[in-house]
């Protein structure tokens, strides 16, 4: 197991600093809030951000999740998968798909909607911005809704910066969850 770079506050220590910085006391039990409340007003700006997304978002919650797993797997970030497999699994969106995302072009499960923004999301993580193709391709699926075109680039940038925040950190799992669910395999362990 890993440890954090930056130790995590002790849960009780992570609770009243959440509660001082408006975070859900919930969130003080995840490992990456632990270390994260050690900056209050940063935790409270990173969940806020997020929270929007997840609770009150516009985009639907199967493409986050979707989009949330590929930056997991495009960046071997553990916590990031281990987490949102969790998340996603817990909204309906079966593991079928959650693994499609590996290999998504050659994925059955997806149609051109969930194509289109999984693109999206590799064109975010390995050049910085969404192309142009790409761009025409969630206009097109998302029917060029200004709200859900703004909401998916934020969140591909959003969980990108969360997957680096993790590594950055050094961020360990909650004590006793497995590791790459569902079958423990890591981005690089067979073709990605």
Not at 88 to 101: H, P, Q
């Amino acid at each position: 197991m890993t440890t954090a770079r930056v130790p995590g506050l002790p849960l009780g220590e992570a609770k009243a600093a959440a509660d001082e910085a408006a975070v859900p006391n919930y969130m003080a039990e995840l490992s990456i809030f632990q270390v994260l409340l050690n900056h209050p007003q940063l935790a409270r700006a990173v969940n806020d951000l997020l929270a929007t997304m997840l609770w009150h978002g516009a985009l639907d919650s199967r493409l986050r999740e979707l989009v949330i797993m590929r930056i997991g797997w495009l960046t071997a970030c553990d916590y990031e998968w281990t987490q949102h497999w969790r998340v996603a699994s817990g909204l309906g969106v079966t593991a079928d798909d959650l693994l499609g995302v590996r290999n998504w072009r050659e994925h059955d499960g997806f149609g051109p909607t969930e194509r289109a923004v999984l693109a999206a999301t590799d064109d975010v993580v390995r050049d910085g911005a969404v192309s142009a193709e790409s761009w025409a391709a969630c206009a097109r699926e998302l029917r060029s809704d200004k709200s859900v075109l703004i909401e998916l680039v934020t969140a591909i940038g959003a969980w990108r910066m969360v997957a680096s925040i993790l590594q950055s950190l050094q961020i360990p799992l909650e004590e006793g969850v497995a590791s790459w669910p569902p079958d423990g395999r890591a981005p690089g362990s067979a073709i990605d």
